[in-house]
């Protein structure tokens, strides 16, 4: 990038903590994750690396924490040159990292993670008195307040991030990389953590924070990277660039949203819940009052942080959960508690978010997976066999239909990309016409052309008359699909809103984060 | 079509260059001390094949091993490991041998009825192990291990109290009858119409899990459990209808292969074919048009130990370990999932996918 | 009845308890090391059978029992060694892995054995060693629980011994931490630079030596002859009893108790004209319905949580 710049701060001070040199990395199966990547961090900064998901921010980054090797350039420490990806390589270099699904083992004492892999012994026996005392002293001096002796995997979610925080530090750490670590916190823990990231850099220690959430990044940060297809997209400070700059530079284009034209749907709604609560041990999967309504031909997007109660709602509609309270009727039935079987009966289909355990069996073949769960059809069976050539040219025909790319319809799943796959569990859940639709992020982490096809896909199921439930985290996707928009939040439904051009991800913000319409 | 027939050979190819390189290594060291060291290797390699009567005898070998390899794929399909084949071997021996010396005679269908009741019998074995954990989420690979033990020693509780003959010299059974025995295939051998049963149910195995709707929907359960549930498939009536097939296959198993081979049932120790059986269905890789070459192949090595043990003198258990060395190297991804393997295959599909 | 509370009471009927606990304590704490490092040595009959030859045989040949024993835990050890290297190194899966130690120790000692005697089934033509038993000093005098507890195999004191040693080791030694770590998440645990290999590998090693103790137990203390898969399934019920004991050292501890209270209570029924093969039954069956009602019960328990 700006080797202008690096000239400036070479010149300014002492050489960056941090120096990419024109990093590259192809994965074995021939994806190129990164390409010829350069920047770098000056110390005792908060610097953002923004980007889509997978626009190789997380590539990077395991990289320098010693994950990965690049395929080329080099990483430089301190202005050294290191070698990459060597036993124990971050943590003799000082970089610790805060990983989006947390790495501590939750049935250890939160003493036993922070110190797991370099335990200060006695003789034999690992120093349990040195180990408390060191956590104790790494929480009061990073006012990171912990129970030395509770069981990791029963505390609260923000508490295990602070144990993931202190577990980073715990190793004479000079830089800190966090992966998207607001995305499992409410408001007021997130603004507790910004306070707490700031403290850990006025102590000395350089922190990388990766988000896609400009918001943040320009609350906390005070430079940023933005990364786009694997690709050095800009890199700036944040007071010299307003908002939008940094938004095109993610995007690579001009934000801007075509939605469809939004109906209006008035009458008796096919699929109705009231009141609807459901108890689990898990608070991503609680619900609590829940009404919602969603008429034939209507698409209903439902926006929320990840783990709003998007996964409960989901598990009601497809038969996997019972809810506690409340009562969900489809098409005139009463279907609280109705099996997978029955909802499957009354027409309901399901593109799930986890394609290779939800959506298929990727040691089967695409025939196999195509036809799973058509039991009964005449078409592909007679008596208890299954016919063969019918089914091969009906397939043939939901590959054609769908542009599923494949070698042939004999080959495994898993030799399908992503999007392909995707586009084969549409055309399977498609094929039956379905009268309710549940779309649980549908297009996450696949080609731009695979999503625009999918879309147009679930909006023809609208069209053809299906009520339509789209779970997304992609507020982009969201507004282009969406006739109305639920936004969830705990479990709870904060905003009902029709899908007009002044609806904006900035005004779903406060009902995403809970600030506004709670109960 | 071709390319993946193409590709399939090279990893067919790499099996046996694996399997071969294994036999040779295994061979080597106890071939090396003897005077032709070469005439050891031969006598193992060639002397299955020197005559018919050696041939049948590897059938004969592999007919028990063909129906406990359908078994255990049968309940390894189903995602379960149950390892209740073994004991549903012993158990179907012992209860046919019931049902020959206790049912009055059925004439030519005597045989019939008494391996339908060791199937019947012999089923419980794979049955309890499944239903404890459906029911009740037992770990049913310990349940089925121990419980073997626990039918074994009910049957020779069984044997003792009520089918031992006092005048045989030790604890066996009294005569089966000779309608209830099954016809001999080839003079010389003890190959007998068992294996035209096994050979059968093999095809009807593998046409049952390939080319019928419930036999996709087992392997959906067994290969996709998440998968299953979110289609609404009744994943627990399919799991213990496989729990029931696997353990009437090996039920058979033990009664053809008494009623085949024995004059009395003697077993008072488990037989240890459910454990072949296994084998076989991991060289099999658990498709049962494979397990009838698998079941072979280990009978070839079997009656290749018996010339050993005739011709040279060195113990047939060395069969055992060529066996063992093998189990680990064909399930080595460190060999099948190689990348310059991976690479190949993908070559080979791919130059003749763009045809 | 009288006989009974006699036979209850006897310090013979206790001598027979720990007699039965001992191969099945080792071999059980063998396998919950190997357990909790998320690699389940399913092999452990085939490590026991090679340690009970692998003592007789170097206990022939040194007239030592105590060299016997040694070379029973070093052929467990390298075992265990071999078992890690097919795992993480061939990438063989665990289970068959472990179904191949089995089937190879079997045939292997029993090629073993003739090579070196000429015999395939009994070892009974060495004049193999046996591990002494061990008076208590002091201890032996006290009246009552003296003849109890004093006199017993060395080998059964150690397997005592080896339950706070292995709950220690578990619990508060650094390796023990780090196996914890591996079993439950190995990719977390590598993320802190540990080697999950290394600590899989070590905890078969450890595995595979407690496997040879046991096994060296069974010919050098149980008996003083190896005989053709002697092991006769003990490995496997030591898996049940690791299971029973949730792969913690004292549960193993209980269980093994439990089990082996079983099967003293078969053989002690035996004398009461029960029959001898339905009594041998109990030890099997009881580890069935104990886990039954365990896990049961624990559904029970997760669903009121719900």
């Known amino acids: ?354 394609r290779f355990t939800q959506g298929g069996v990727p040691a089967l073949t695409l025939i196999e997976n195509a036809i799973a769960g058509t039991d009964g059809d005449k078409r592909f069976q007679r008596g208890p066999f299954l016919r063969r050539s019918a089914i091969g040219a009906a397939v043939e025909r939901m590959v054609r239909d769908y542009s599923v790319r494949a070698l042939s319809i004999g080959e495994r799943l898993d030799s399908l990309s992503g999007g392909n796959v995707q586009k084969l569990i549409a055309a399977r859940e498609l094929a039956t016409e379905p009268r309710f639709l549940i779309a649980d992020q549908p297009t996450r982490g696949i080609d731009v052309a695979a999503a625009a096809f999918i879309h147009t896909r679930i909006v023809a199921a609208a069209e053809r008359g299906a009520a339509v439930l789209l779970v997304t985290a992609d507020l982009d996707e969201l507004l282009r699909l969406s006739d109305r928009v639920v936004v969830m939040f705990a479990g709870q439904i904060t905003a009902v809103l029709a899908n007009e051009a002044q609806l904006t991800p900035e005004r779903l913000g406060p009902y995403m984060l809970g600030l506004e319409g709670m109960p | 079509m071709n390319r993946i027939l193409l590709a399939g050979l090279v990893r067919l190819a ?78 179907g021996g012992l209860a046919a041998t019931t049902a020959a010396l206790l049912l009055p005679s059925f004439g030519p269908f005597t045989p019939l009825v008494a391996i339908i009741a060791g199937a019947v019998v012999g089923s419980l074995s794979c049955i309890i192990p499944g239903e404890l954990r459906l029911r009740w989420e037992a770990p049913e690979m310990v349940t089925s291990l121990v419980l073997n033990f626990a039918i074994l020693y009910a049957g020779v509780f069984f044997l003792n109290y009520y089918l031992r003959d006092p005048a045989a010299g030790s604890l066996m059974s009294y005569r089966i009858p000779a309608d209830a025995k099954l016809d001999r295939l080839l003079p010389g051998t003890r190959l007998n119409s068992g294996a035209i049963v096994a050979l059968v149910a093999c095809l009807a195995g593998g046409v049952w899990l390939y080319f019928t709707r419930s036999g996709l929907n087992l392997r959906i359960v067994g290969q996709g459990p998440v998968f299953a549930s979110h289609l609404g498939l009744p994943s627990r009536r399919i799991i213990m209808q496989a729990q029931l097939v696997g353990g009437l296959i090996a039920g058979m198993a033990g009664a053809i292969q008494v009623l085949g081979l024995y004059p009395r049932f003697s077993w008072t120790q488990l037989p240890g074919l459910g454990w072949t059986g296994i084998i076989i269905a991991i060289l099999a890789r658990e498709n049962p048009f494979y397990v009838v070459p698998a079941a072979l192949f280990l009978g070839y090595l079997q009656v290749g130990g018996d010339f050993l043990a005739r011709d040279i003198g060195i113990p047939s258990e060395v069969v055992g370990l060529v066996t063992a060395a093998i189990m680990l190297t064909v399930t080595a991804t460190a060999i099948f999932q190689h990348p310059a393997v991976l690479r190949l295959i993908r070559r080979i599909r791919q130059a003749e996918g763009t045809r | 009845m009288t006989d009974l509370i006699s036979i209850v009471t006897d310090p013979a009927t206790f001598a027979t308890v720990l007699r039965v606990m001992t191969p099945l304590l080792v071999a059980a704490l063998g396998i919950l090391i190997s357990d909790r490092a998320g690699v389940f040595n399913l092999g452990m009959e085939g490590m026991m059978l090679t340690g009970a030859l692998a003592g007789v045989l170097v206990s022939a040949w040194t007239g030592s029992a105590w060299l016997g024993l040694l070379a029973a835990i070093i052929a467990g050890g390298l075992i265990g060694a071999l078992m890690a290297v097919a795992v993480n190194g061939l990438g063989a899966n665990l289970i068959i892995t472990g179904i191949a130690v089995n089937l190879a120790a079997s045939s292997g000692t029993t090629l073993a054995l003739f090579f070196a005697t000429g015999d395939k089934g009994m070892s009974g033509a060495l004049k193999s060693g046996v591990m002494p038993s061990l008076d208590l000093p002091f201890i032996e005098d006290i009246p009552g629980i003296g003849p109890l507890v004093s006199g017993h195999n060395v080998l059964t004191y150690a397997a005592l011994l080896a339950v706070p040693l292995v709950s220690i080791m578990m619990a508060r030694t650094p390796f023990g931490l780090r196996i914890r770590a591996v079993g439950v998440d190995p990719k977390a645990a590598a993320t802190v630079g540990i080697s999950v290999k290394l600590i899989q590998l070590q905890a078969l090693i450890l595995s595979g030596m407690l496997g040879g103790m046991a096994g060296a137990y069974l010919s050098m203390g149980y008996v003083s002859w190896f005989a053709q898969d002697m092991t006769a399934g003990r490995g496997f019920i030591a898996i049940a009893i690791e299971v029973m004991g949730m792969a913690t050292a004292w549960g193993t501890l209980a269980a093994t108790v439990v089990i082996a209270i079983a099967e003293t209570s078969a053989i002690t029924m035996q004398t009461f004209g029960l029959p001898n093969e339905l009594m041998q039954m109990i030890p099997y069956v009881v580890p069935i319905i104990i886990l039954t009602v365990w896990t049961a019960r624990g559904r029970a328990k997760r669903a009121a949580h719900r």
Request: charged letters at 20%; one cysteine or more; glycine letters at 10%.
């Open chain 1, 1 to 354: 990038m700006t080797d202008g710049r690096d000239d400036e701060e070479r010149a300014a001070g002492p050489a960056p903590v941090v120096a990419f040199d024109s990093i590259s990395k192809t994965y074995a199966n021939g994806t190129v994750a990164l390409r010829d990547v350069s920047f770098s961090v000056p110390a005792r900064t908060i610097h953002a690396i923004c980007g889509e998901n997978g626009a190789g921010k997380s590539t990077l980054m395991k990289i320098l924490f010693g994950l990965e090797e690049p395929t080329a350039g080099r990483i430089l420490l301190n202005g050294q040159p290191v070698a990459t990806a060597t036993r124990d390589f971050a943590g003799r270099h000082g970089i610790g990292m805060v990983h989006q699904h947390f790495s501590l083992i939750p049935t250890l004492s939160v003493t036993e993670n922070i110190i797991l892999g370099h335990e200060p012994r006695t003789g034999l026996l690992i120093d349990r008195a040195a180990a408390r005392a060191k956590v104790e002293a790494l929480s009061r001096k990073y006012g990171l307040a912990i129970d030395p002796d509770a069981i990791t995997g029963r505390l609260p979610v923000a508490a295990q991030q602070k144990v993931e925080i202190l577990k980073a530090l715990s190793r004479d750490t000079r830089i800190l990389i966090l992966d998207e670590p607001t995305a499992v916190l409410s408001p007021p823990e997130i603004s507790e953590l910004f306070s707490r990231l700031r403290d850990l850099r006025d102590h000395g220690i350089t922190i990388l924070f990766i988000s896609h959430k400009l918001n943040e990044v320009r609350s906390l940060a005070e430079s940023v990277t933005v990364l786009r297809a694997g690709q050095l997209a800009g890199a700036a400070r944040l007071a010299d660039v307003p908002d939008n700059m940094i938004m095109q530079m993610v995007m690579g284009r001009p934000v801007e949203i075509t939605r469809r034209q939004p109906r209006r749907m008035t009458g008796e709604p096919l699929l109705a819940l009231f009141g609807v609560g459901l108890a689990s041990r898990d608070p991503a999967d609680r619900l609590k009052g829940v009404d919602l309504a969603i008429h034939a031909g209507e698409i209903v997007g439902i926006a929320g942080v990840d783990g709003s109660g998007q996964r409960g709602l989901v598990s009601l509609l497809t038969g996997a959960a019972r809810p506690t309270v409340g009562s969900i009727r489809f098409d005139g039935h009463d279907m609280a508690g109705a099996s997978t079987a029955r909802w499957r009966a009354k027409g309901m289909a399901h593109l799930p978010s986890d």
């Open chain 2, 14 to 91: 790499i099996t046996l260059s694996v399997i071969a390189a294994v036999i040779l290594a295994v061979l080597i060291p106890f071939a090396l001390p003897h005077e032709h060291p070469g005439a050891v290797i031969a006598a193992f390699l060639l002397g299955p094949l020197s005559s018919l009567r050696h041939l049948g005898n590897v059938a004969e070998y592999a007919t028990p091993i063909a129906f406990t390899g359908l078994a255990a794929t049968i309940v390894f399909r189903s995602g379960l490991f149950n390892l209740g084949i073994e004991s549903g071997v012993f158990l």
